[in-house]
């Protein structure tokens, strides 16, 4: 006869009805008798008594069992039914891993399944569902995830970081920036944008703030210099930001159609200021970079949207506008 060590048993029954119970699913004592068998033979020695035991003593460590009886005399049904996460935060996670753009189709199906094991089997399988995207957009970089911890890290400790910057060009080809350069920075901080890991850094060289996307980096290292404590507000750089072009800050004015006013506030927030101009326009008043971005922003919306101020970016727009024309003036 299998003789169990009673640690092990513990072990067992807690993975038991972590895994396989939960508000629909539950099990008899016999139920958890015979899955015992099931895993160590038939012959294997156990009875009703020791695994209520048990169970007490998972009870009286912090480990949630329920217990369910329908009427005296009738079996009772035990069950692990709270968890950390509910259904749905578990199901917006996958959403959010299997939408992010800088995580490959190999980490994102590894992910998700941790995700799914969090839970019980038989709600890990409703979690089977997720959102689904274009594949072909996933990044095809397998360092990311270093990257991204080495520079939290370097953030936590207030380390200066070093990397190489690159993009594609017209042939698909991921080419170094200027040459291969070293940048050496102070990580501020990392932001989520447009599906987009970003860097928010000072970097030394120009003596400026920048942003750079991460799974763009190349070669990151942490050095051993470090700098003080410096207060940064990463929300209000990033909401100034356009599709994360960088620029100059400056006091903008916008007239906008009304039915606009959802696609500021989601940009901007509820706080942001605006004046009602006539019965169909309102006028937004606010900080931020001018930038190609901005342009592309504002020309995205069409006659929806009129410069008010600064004069310089009014000129860009018409600019961009005139350009526009001419591009499609076939008649010139």
Not at 58 to 82: A, C, R
Not at 314 to 319: G, N, S, Y
């Amino acid at each position: 006869m299998t003789r169990l060590d009673n640690k092990d048993r513990l072990l067992q029954l807690r993975q038991i009805l972590s895994e396989e119970t939960d508000e629909e699913r539950e099990k008899t004592l016999d139920d958890l008798i015979l899955r015992f068998k099931q895993q160590y033979g038939p012959d294997v020695k156990l009875n009703k008594h020791s695994l209520k035991d048990d169970m007490e003593h998972l009870i009286q460590n912090g480990f949630d069992i329920t217990v369910n009886q329908e009427k005296e005399g009738m079996p009772k049904y035990y069950s692990h039914q709270y968890r950390l996460f509910e259904l749905y935060e578990l199901r917006m996670l996958i959403d959010a891993v299997v939408s992010a753009k800088f995580i490959s189709k190999k980490e994102t199906r590894q992910l998700t399944g941790k995700i799914r094991r969090l839970t019980s089997v038989h709600q890990g399988k409703k979690l089977q569902n997720e959102i689904q995207i274009d594949s072909s957009i996933k990044s095809e970089n397998p360092y990311i995830r270093l990257a991204i911890h080495k520079i939290h890290e370097a953030i936590e400790q207030r380390r200066v970081i070093t990397f190489q910057y690159g993009r594609y060009d017209v042939d698909k080809k991921f080419q170094l920036s200027h040459e291969g350069r070293v940048y050496r920075v102070k990580p501020y901080a990392l932001a989520w944008a447009n599906d987009f890991y970003y860097l928010i850094a000072y970097y030394f060289e120009a003596g400026e703030i920048r942003h750079y996307r991460v799974d763009r980096l190349q070669n990151v290292m942490e050095t051993d210099e470090t700098f003080a404590y410096e207060s940064f507000d990463v929300s209000s750089y990033t909401q100034s930001t356009f599709h994360m072009f960088a620029g100059d800050e400056e006091w903008i004015k916008i007239r906008c159609r009304n039915n606009l006013i959802n696609v500021i506030i989601d940009k901007f927030g509820k706080d942001i200021s605006t004046t009602r101009d006539g019965e169909d326009h309102f006028i937004l008043t606010t900080k931020a970079r001018i930038s190609d971005g901005l342009v592309n922003w504002i020309l995205g919306f069409g006659s929806k949207m009129m410069v008010l101020s600064p004069d310089t970016l009014q000129d860009t727009v018409k600019e961009e506008v005139e350009n526009l024309h001419s591009l499609y003036d076939h008649d010139s």
